[in-house]
């Protein structure tokens, strides 16, 4: 599988700034995602990070609060804008990988190491 | 909307014990079946993936589908200690740029 990492592994934040968290893989990749989990809960899908157009939201996420990059197969990024308290989660990327020569491909996903983002 | 349900837990066996985790999803559609351990504090870990009605065993480990009752399962045999995290359930339907929904998880305590 592949190597992923994310950067910063953490941050503490004021409400209304905004962060950039970035997501590094080693080999080239396909699919990424953005993924958030929120304290005691499981993963939710903020969106699939296309390289070379726009990303692709899920219901209740925007760009204009989360407005993701893919300059290239390798690499995304996530930005949290205007934060406030309830921004306050563990966000992770995700990429997908093709493997097996078998009857399907298998689609699996790898996870990054995640980000703890803490918003005062 | 698509549905991804589990027991919370927390489920407490007790070591060399089999541990049981359940999930039950709503889209008939889905595919493709994913099982994750989630250590706190870290990230999900894939240990299984299934795709067929059946069985499919790695080490202590089996992972069971049932297509027709909308059904996957987890099977530890031989618990340990170590075992002890979150197991969460993801299932999605394989098309291009495939998007998993994941269950609540499944919080196991192995107990010495």
């Known amino acids: 599988s592949a190597v992923i990492s994310q950067k910063p592994s953490r941050d503490i934040c004021q409400r209304g700034t905004s962060l950039t968290i970035q997501c590094q893989v080693d080999?080239?990749?396909?699919?990424m995602f953005w993924y958030r989990q929120q304290p005691g809960q499981s993963l939710t899908l903020i969106a699939t990070?296309?390289?070379?157009?726009?990303?692709?939201?899920e219901s209740g996420f925007v760009i204009d609060k989360f407005p993701i990059s893919r300059p290239n197969l390798t690499f995304s990024t996530l930005t949290v804008s205007n934060m406030s308290p309830e921004d306050s989660s563990i966000y992770l990327c995700?990429?997908?990988?093709?493997?097996?020569?078998?009857?399907?491909?298998?689609?699996?996903?790898?996870f990054g190491p995640g980000t703890r983002l803490t918003v005062l | 909307q698509k549905e991804v349900e589990q027991n919370s837990g927390p489920l407490s066996v007790p070591e060399g014990a089999i541990a049981s985790l359940n999930c039950t999803y709503s889209?008939?559609?889905?595919?493709?079946f994913f099982w994750y351990r989630q250590y706190s504090g870290k990230s999900p870990e894939l240990i299984m993936s299934i795709y067929s009605n059946g069985d499919k065993e790695d080490g202590r480990f089996t992972a069971q589908l049932n297509k027709a009752s909308q059904y996957v399962s987890l099977l530890i045999r031989d618990s340990q200690p170590s075992d002890s995290a979150t197991y969460l359930c993801a299932v999605a339907t394989i098309n291009y740029g495939q998007n998993f929904v994941f269950g609540p998880g499944t919080r196991l305590s192995v107990l010495p």
């Open positions: 889209d008939r559609g889905s595919q493709s």
């Open positions: 080999s080239q990749v396909t699919m």
């Open positions: 995700s990429v997908e990988g093709a493997s097996g020569a078998r009857r399907y491909v298998s689609y699996e996903q790898f």
């Open positions: 990070a296309n390289q070379g157009s726009e990303a692709t939201y």
